[in-house]
Structures are given as C-alpha cells and as structure tokens.
C-alpha cells in the first residue's frame, strides 16, 4: 500500500522542472533542424567544394574558389563557361536532402555576374538522376545580390540533389546557395524542420538549454561558440568547424561544421515558440578538458566576462542599447525573458573556480535578477566533485549542473540520490544525463526499454525531491541516423522522418503530467526507490485539483500496489492511467518502423479512497486522479 497524501504538499514543482537540452552534436542543427538543405552553401568549409560535385570541367570550362574582402564569408565559387557548353555542379545535401511531394522549395543564391549573359538552371534529382522539381535563375547584375524562385518537387525521395547548371557563355560568380522547404516551423524564412520542433514543442519543456555541450568550450578557444558569430545576416555568420568533426572524435563526420543558420536569436526563438525558459550556457575562459584544455589567463576573461552582459543586453535589453536594437532588427523587440544563463560546461579543477569567482564578481553584481549556474563537472561523485560541490555552496552559486551518463542499474541505485541533499544549500539542476546500456549494430539501438526505465525510476527520485531538484535535462537530444557521434539520444531522424525513443516518451510522461506540488508517498513509511523493483512519486496539479502518482516497475512480473489517499478523495468514479510497458527490456524504437515501445491509455473504475493498480512487467504507470 502507498499512502499518499494528497491534501499535504510539501514542496513546490519548479515550472522549470522537465527541460531540454540542445547541442550541435549528430547532426542536431546542420543536417537536422535547421531545415537547409544544401551542405557547404557558402564553401566555407574546410575543402571549400565539400559536398559539391563539378560537372563539365573536362570540356565546358572552369571553377575558380575566389577570396573575397568579407572576412566573415571569404570565398566564393566562379563559373567559367567558355564554350557555351553546360557547366554545373551538385550538392549532395547532409546525407541527401529529405524533399517531398507537392512541397515548395524556396532556392536563394548570392550572385555576381561577371561576363556574358547566363541562366542557371536549377534542377532537384532524385538518386537515378530523375528530375523532380525545376526552376530557373536569370538576369544577374553584375553587383552581388540575392535571388530567389520558388518551385515544387513531383517526388517523395530522402536522398536527393540539387543540380545547378550554368547555361550560355558567360562568368558567375555564387555564394551562399541555399535550398528550404517553404514549410518550415511557423513558415519562418531560414526556418526549422516543423516535425522535429513538433516532438519538442508536444514535450511542454519548462527550459531549453543550449548551444551545448561541448560545443560550447571547443577542442581550442578558437573553436569554441561564440554566440555573436551567430547573430545578424546570416550570409555573415562565420562558420567553424564543429567540435563533433570526425577530425576530432570517431564517428562519420569529416564534413560537420556550423553554418551558423541557427544561431542564438533563433535558439531565443524556438524557446519561446514552445514554451520553454531559455537557458544559454557560455564559455568561461576554458576550453574542452578532455581535449586541449586551453585556458584564458586570469587577467584577460573581460572579453568572455563581456559576452555575457552582452548577451544579457541581447536578450533582454531596451531596443535603444546596441545588443537590444539588434534584437529588434532581427524581428523581436520584446525582450526574451531571460533569467538563467550558465558559466561553463562540464569543467573542473581549481583552474574552473578561479575563474567563475572573477566572472560571478562581475556577472551577480551588474545582474542580481539573473540566476547565473556553475557545474560540478562530468564525474558524478568522482574526481573532484565534493570540490567543485563545495566551492558551489561557497560561492552561493543557485543552481548546479550535474551530468550523469552512467548504466541503468546505476540509475536505479540513484533513484534516492537527492533524498539526502543539503536543503540549504544550491539547487540542482540535473543538466545531461541517459542510461547508457549496452551497444547494438541500428543507430537507436541503444534507446532501450531498459534504459528508459531505469531513467524513469530516477526521475521519481527528482520529482520527490522537487524542493532541491530545479530541472532536469536528457541529453542529447537529436541523433541523425545517417551521421551521429553519440549515442543514445532522445529523438532519431532521418531527412524525412523521425522517431521518438522510449526515452522520450518517458521525459513526455514526466512533463505532460509535471504537478505543481509534491506530495509524501510511503509504503511502511518509506518512498518507493527499489523495494520490490517499485519506484513512485506523487504529486498535485493545484490548477486542476488532480494527484498525479507516477509508478514505476522494473521486475519482470507484473506487480500490484493500493493507493491509499489522505487529506483528500477522488471526486470521480473512474481515472485515466497512461502505461508504457514492454516485456523486453531490449526492445526500442526506430526510425521509419512501427513503434516497439509506445503509450497506451487505460480507464480504470473505483470507488472510495483505496485504489488497487495494477502494474505490467518492466513499465511505468502514471495515474490522473480529481481529487476533492
Ligand atoms: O551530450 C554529449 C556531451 O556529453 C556533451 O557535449 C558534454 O557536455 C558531455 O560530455
């Protein structure tokens, strides 16, 4: 029997509890959401024809890359065709281009002409080389300018190309060619995938986290994000290598860099859109520790330390200060609300607290209404994390990141981490974690029943301890089927489609049904954090007047437990039970295929105040009770 209590609330759910966390890494922005199509539209990385293909150059004339004065975007292509003949060249997307019948693709290029009158055609292909979709651009001037046409594709395909030939004698110059899906998220221009923002948008996320991630220190400062590169045109974002290029880590991705097109107004953007607290985190004078481990000398951090109060302005500032008025320019005047900001990723070591003293000197006295987060590194209980715990609390830090990548098992033994947290001292922001289980050949394969549950039991854990646990975030959060770095992740997708992960519908049956309140659930006295494989935690909606008890089963048995209530009783004679249960634990979902491990609603009648539920093998109940 657990007995809840549910007209006692003990501690107040953050609305911020259940969150997101964003990070360039497999493909998650180029390739995934951000919805370009074409890789390498500026030839700005590092072979500056990457993912393009010449055609006609053994008989129709030459391609020259040209450096230009703008030191943002240097180069250029020039198209020489000196016969007439056709010249052209193919881009091969991120792994193909997802395009789709009866869609309209809006085709953009930055053009010059320098001799002769020339048109380019524009042709999408599917593989076989079918044309399915044409447009044509004409008439260029011989100053540099944009122009756009707009055509519909005939097929669906997720791996096609977009060809573009050069036709007529002549010299063209061209940068910046970009192909979008004219519906994208909200039909904005340099917009996003609108399925992808769909499965963020229906987690109702209480934050969003971003850019990263390592992303965020880079293997070299050089590397590292700098959100300003990522703001304004964006024909003048610089891109950079991403630190996710298999260059520097062991997976399929020679051709991953940051074209930027997502950059920090749209990342300001899409939380908005869907409801969550933005929460950017920021370099701080360190680079990645388990790479370079570049520092920034003490004496020179103003300019990090700038960033931030910059970013502030940005986010939040009058429309007559420098970083508002851009804010304004770019589409929103009004400010983005924001309230958190974190100070590194994922660091350690003397050499992180010396250096967040001098940036929180700065940061707390210039910006007492912001909540500025340390981190307490990537070693959960080990190397130096009673440090970096015990300079938190010195230094009166609000909330902490604790990251946890770690086996099932070891989230089920955590279930009860928080139950012995100091309560006076900086909240917890549980800012990365997944249970890692074991590896399989399909790229979601690692997305197991298993690990969701294990994570589900934790998180019972969280929610319980909800007066000193703030938020939480799964992470990553993307994985590109055809180019991923790391798994597991929280959502897979190809160019077309996408899969949610039992994981995901574990963080969805957390945040859909989040409370406003915790209330005490006990069995002999106790909260269920393994007895008998159990793991439970209850809550209120006070908005709804509803007890929100969520169960969790990890044995391979079914398993029963009586709800007994006090202080209140149910207002109704029958209740809505959401269930994701499956009998084996290795099962997960994949991309493109039915799903293996998906929700079921259940009714259920009752009378009185005891309600007997029955728990499926290896599942997780959640239950909806009105209550008065
Ligand atoms: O989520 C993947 C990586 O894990 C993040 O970039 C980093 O913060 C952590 O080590």
């Known amino acids: 029997t657990l007995v809840v209590k549910a007209g006692t609330p003990i501690a107040t759910i953050q609305s911020t509890m259940w969150g997101l966390f964003f990070e360039d890494i497999n493909f998650a922005a180029d390739g995934g959401i951000y919805a370009e199509l074409v890789k390498n539209r500026s030839f700005e990385f590092n072979k500056p024809l990457m993912g393009w293909t010449k055609i006609g150059e053994e008989y129709a004339g030459q391609f020259q890359i040209i450096n230009s004065q703008n030191e943002n975007n240097p180069r250029f292509l020039r198209l020489e065709s000196l016969q007439g003949k056709e010249l052209g060249l193919t881009n091969e997307g991120f792994r193909g281009m997802g395009v789709v019948a009866g869609e309209n693709y809006l085709f953009s290029i930055l053009a010059k002409q320098e001799q002769g009158a020339s048109a380019l055609k524009i042709e999408l292909l599917d593989s076989t080389g079918l044309v399915i ?90 590397t590292r994000y700098q959100w300003k590169k990522t703001v304004g045109n964006v024909d003048d974002r610089k891109l950079i290598v991403n630190r996710w290029n298999t260059e520097f880590s062991y997976r399929n991705a020679p051709d991953y860099f940051q074209s930027y097109g997502l950059g920090f107004f749209e990342y300001f953007q899409l939380a908005e859109d869907i409801g969550a607290s933005p929460l950017p985190i920021l370099n ?168 969701a549950l294990a994570e589900a039991a934790l998180m019972t854990g969280l929610e319980r301890n909800a007066d000193v646990v703030y938020m939480a975030s799964y992470a990553p959060l993307f994985g590109n089927v055809n180019a991923w770095q790391w798994r597991p992740d929280l959502i897979w997708f190809d160019n077309l489609k996408s899969a949610a992960t039992p994981n995901y519908y574990v963080q969805k049956m957390f945040s859909t049904n989040a409370g406003t309140d915790v209330v005490t659930a006990l069995v002999d006295g106790k909260p269920l954090t393994g007895q008998d494989s159990l793991f439970a935690s209850a809550c209120i909606d006070s908005k709804t007047s509803e007890l929100i008890v969520k169960m969790v089963n990890v044995a391979r048995h079914t398993a029963s437990l009586t709800l007994s209530l006090e202080g209140k009783q149910p207002s109704v ?28 609603e259940r009714k259920q009648k009752i009378s009185g105040k005891k309600i007997d539920i029955s728990l499926d093998a290896y599942s997780l109940t959640v239950v909806r009770i009105p209550i008065k």
Not at 208 to 221: S, W
Not at 575 to 599: C, D, H, R
């Open 133 to 222: 979709g044409n447009a044509e651009v004409k008439n260029f001037s011989g100053d540099w300018k944009t122009y756009e046409t707009k055509f519909a594709c005939s097929v669906t395909h997720p791996k096609a190309q977009l060809r573009l030939t050069l036709s007529g004698k002549g010299v063209l110059d061209i940068d910046m060619v970009s192909l979008f899906p004219e519906h994208t998220w909200k039909g904005r221009k340099n917009g996003l995938r609108a399925d992808l923002v769909q499965k963020l948008a229906d987690l109702k996320p209480g934050f969003l986290r971003f850019p990263g991630g390592c992303i965020v220190e880079g293997h070299e400062l050089e």
């Open 284 to 451: 701080c004078g360190m680079a990645c520790e388990f790479n370079s481990s570049e520092l920034v000398p003490l004496d020179k951090l103003d300019p990090y330390i700038q960033d931030i109060l910059d970013l502030i302005e940005f986010a939040n500032g009058a429309t007559t200060t420098k970083w508002g008025k851009l804010r304004a320019d770019m589409g929103h005047p009004a400010p983005f609300n924001l309230k958190m900001v974190g100070v590194g990723n994922e660091q350690w070591g003397t050499q992180y607290i010396d250096r967040l003293k001098i940036f929180l000197k700065v940061l707390n006295e210039k910006h007492p209404e912001i909540a500025f987060v340390g981190g307490a590194g990537p070693f959960p209980d080990g190397k130096d994390f009673d440090y970096l715990w015990t300079q938190m609390r010195e230094l009166k830090v609000p909330l902490v990141d604790e990251h946890y990548y770690r086996s099932p098992e070891w989230f089920l033994k955590n279930a009860s981490r928080y139950d012995s947290y100091d309560r006076k001292g900086p909240k917890i922001f549980a800012g990365e974690y997944a249970a890692h289980d074991k590896e399989g050949e399909d790229a979601e394969s690692r997305n197991t029943w298993k690990s």
């Open 573 to 600: 004679k029958e209740i809505n039970l959401q269930v994701v249960a499956n009998a084996n634990p290795g099962a997960f979902n994949q991309v493109g295929k039915p799903e293996e491990v998906t929700p079921v």
